[in-house]
């Protein structure tokens, strides 16, 4: 059974930064994009970043720029680097691995960011 688990999220100063880790547990198979969502209390869940099998990279607007993902597919991780974090940045996130066959996800890790 594929597990998905998250790690690095935590409380950070405003223009902090945080690192965040997602590691799939058990067998995997065609792997078409690993991606990173988030949801703030009474907000949709909505994506943060992704990255194709073929390595390319999508963000929104209001992380463009502060907001890196990365993977080790030998690994099966994906990685999430935050840089200058802002309030409106905390919600819990979710890694997701999106295959042929299912859409895994994470159990989610709260990211704070205060003023």
């Known amino acids: 059974q594929v597990q998905l688990v998250e790690s690095g999220g935590g409380l950070v100063q405003a223009g902090g930064s945080l690192r965040l880790s997602c590691v799939a547990s058990?067998?995997?198979?065609?792997?078409?994009?690993m991606g990173w969502y988030r949801q703030a209390p009474g907000k949709q869940r909505e994506l943060v970043a992704k990255i194709t099998s073929g390595g390319s990279t999508n963000y929104p607007d209001s992380v463009k720029g502060r907001f890196t993902i990365s993977r080790d597919t030998s690994k099966n991780t994906v990685y999430l680097q935050m840089n200058s974090l802002k309030p409106e940045d905390t919600a819990v996130y979710y890694c997701n691995f999106w295959t042929i066959a299912y859409d895994y996800w994470g159990q989610g890790t709260q990211v704070t960011v205060s003023l």
């Open positions: 058990g067998s995997i198979f065609s792997i078409q994009t």
